[in-house]
């Protein structure tokens, strides 16, 4: 904390993230008597405001879009006292107690305990046509949105393990998928390339070596129509644009699957003792009993997309929220406890004199 920094209060729980893990976690630790504090981030409501609609989030047999099903859970946990706010969390000090919680914006707040629902991103070639087609037409969520393009050709961006079972998952719906992977070699395991090329065999997949994407078409209202693409023979084409030996083409596609990865967010928790994987995801306990969402640091509790680099559903996230508001709910019972044990007892109270 610096001099700059702002002192705005204490909170008992403060939750990082307004995704599904963490307004699951608002909504339970609100009905706990926890008073949770959640931070937005930079992108509130999390990755299901992405998505138009939500088929397989139980509960609703016609589906429901997933802005609506945030802004529902939003409502809910706000009835139950949860407090959603503006703000990044850049940063959690725990080498004392209470811990300490800096702002992007230099606010500094204090809190007993930490939920981390800050979730991941699903990494993007950053290219044009992204930004208006997310959502429509262009997704990073096979399992979520595959079923909307029943018969249509669908191209699988990636050349890693997620970009194979994408596209291997894909054939159950499009005419043709193609894989679109920027070098000659695939960095998927065998396993996972085997089963793409009995695919292959079959003609349910196409494979586009050397070949990178650089420009999706379409409009919100029609989806994805094709795109631009380029070749080059030795690879990684948009690092040559200018060589003779790039080509240029258009390819007409009615859907785009991004497979290039994911990038927890929880780098405020560098320094805190919290350990993560070799690619950036929160090692929580796991296991059959209770405290299944602990972190290293006691107070510190993970849950959704930032823990989970597997399943990345909205029920699994919704569930690990729903466990971590638990979990911080009998770390705080405990640290009570501890505390109201530790006061020092009252001074017995004087003889009341009978003169
Ligand atoms: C396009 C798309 C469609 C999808 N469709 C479906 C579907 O149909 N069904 C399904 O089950 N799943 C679907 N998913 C997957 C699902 O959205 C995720 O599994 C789920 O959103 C994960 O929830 P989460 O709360 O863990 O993380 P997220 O939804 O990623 O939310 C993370 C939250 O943390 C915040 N945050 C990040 N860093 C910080 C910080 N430093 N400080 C404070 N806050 C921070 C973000 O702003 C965000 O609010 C889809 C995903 C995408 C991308």
């Given at each position: 904390?610096?001099?700059?920094?702002?002192?705005?209060?204490?909170?008992?729980?403060?939750?990082?993230?307004?995704?599904?893990?963490?307004?699951?976690?608002?909504?339970?630790?609100?009905?706990?008597?926890?008073?949770?504090?959640?931070?937005?981030?930079?992108?509130?409501?999390?990755?299901?405001?992405?998505?138009?609609?939500?088929?397989?989030?139980?509960?609703?047999?016609?589906?429901?879009?997933?802005?609506?099903?945030?802004?529902?859970?939003?409502?809910?946990?706000?009835?139950?006292?949860?407090?959603?706010?503006?703000?990044?969390?850049?940063?959690?000090?725990?080498?004392?107690?209470?811990?300490?919680?800096?702002?992007?914006?230099?606010?500094?707040?204090?809190?007993?305990?930490?939920?981390?629902?800050?979730?991941a991103?699903?990494?993007?070639?950053?290219?044009?046509?992204?930004?208006?087609?997310?959502?429509?037409?262009?997704?990073?969520?096979?399992?979520?949105?595959?079923?909307?393009?029943?018969?249509?050709?669908?191209?699988?961006?990636?050349?890693?393990?997620a970009?194979?079972?994408?596209?291997?998952?894909?054939?159950?719906?499009?005419?043709?998928?193609?894989?679109?992977?920027?070098?000659?070699?695939?960095?998927?395991?065998?396993?996972?390339?085997?089963?793409?090329?009995?695919?292959?065999?079959?003609?349910?997949?196409?494979?586009?070596?050397?070949?990178?994407?650089?420009?999706?078409?379409?409009?919100?209202?029609?989806?994805?129509?094709?795109?631009?693409?380029?070749?080059?023979?030795?690879?990684?084409?948009?690092?040559?644009?200018?060589?003779?030996?790039?080509?240029?083409?258009?390819?007409?596609?009615?859907?785009?699957?991004?497979?290039?990865g994911h990038?927890p967010?929880?780098?405020?928790?560098?320094?805190?003792?919290?350990?993560?994987d070799?690619e950036g995801y929160?090692?929580?306990?796991?296991?059959?009993?209770?405290?299944?969402?602990?972190?290293?640091?006691?107070?510190?509790?993970?849950?959704?997309d930032v823990v989970d680099h597997h399943y990345q559903?909205?029920?699994?996230?919704?569930?690990?929220?729903?466990?971590?508001?638990?979990?911080?709910?009998?770390?705080?019972?405990?640290?009570?406890?501890?505390?109201?044990?530790?006061?020092?007892?009252?001074?017995?109270?004087?003889?009341?004199?009978?003169?």
């Amino acid at each position: 904390m610096t001099e700059d920094d702002a002192f705005v209060e204490h909170r008992k729980l403060i939750v990082a993230g307004s995704g599904i893990s963490g307004l699951s976690a608002a909504i339970y630790a609100g009905r706990s008597n926890n008073e949770p504090l959640v931070f937005e981030g930079d992108e509130p409501g999390g990755q299901l405001t992405l998505t138009t609609e939500v088929e397989n989030y139980p509960g609703f047999p016609e589906g429901i879009s997933g802005p609506e099903l945030i802004q529902n859970m939003k409502t809910q946990a706000e009835r139950f006292g949860a407090e959603i706010d503006h703000g990044i969390v850049e940063d959690v000090d725990a080498s004392d107690r209470p811990f300490t919680v800096t702002m992007k914006n230099g606010d500094v707040y204090t809190a007993d305990a930490v939920i981390a629902a800050s979730g991941a991103s699903a990494r993007t070639l950053e290219i044009p046509g992204e930004d208006d087609l997310m959502g429509y037409g262009l997704s990073t969520c096979a399992t979520c949105d595959g079923a909307f393009f029943r018969d249509e050709k669908i191209l699988v961006v990636g050349g890693g393990d997620a970009a194979m079972e994408e596209a291997s998952f894909l054939t159950k719906f499009a005419s043709t998928v193609y894989i679109a992977h920027r070098r000659e070699e695939f960095r998927a395991e065998d396993y996972w390339i085997d089963r793409v090329m009995e695919k292959v065999d079959k003609g349910e997949i196409e494979i586009m070596r050397n070949t990178e994407v650089t420009e999706l078409h379409g409009t919100p209202e029609e989806g994805v129509d094709h795109v631009t693409m380029v070749r080059h023979p030795e690879g990684h084409p948009t690092e040559k644009l200018d060589d003779s030996e790039t080509e240029t083409f258009e390819f007409d596609v009615g859907a785009v699957f991004y497979a290039i990865g994911h990038t927890p967010n929880a780098d405020y928790l560098e320094g805190t003792g919290v350990r993560r994987d070799e690619e950036g995801y929160v090692l929580a306990k796991g296991g059959r009993d209770g405290g299944q969402t602990a972190t290293d640091v006691p107070g510190i509790f993970a849950a959704g997309d930032v823990v989970d680099h597997h399943y990345q559903q909205a029920a699994t996230a919704g569930g690990d929220g729903v466990k971590a508001a638990l979990d911080a709910d009998d770390y705080l019972e405990d640290l009570e406890r501890e505390e109201a044990a530790s006061e020092p007892e009252p001074e017995p109270a004087a003889a009341e004199s009978d003169d």
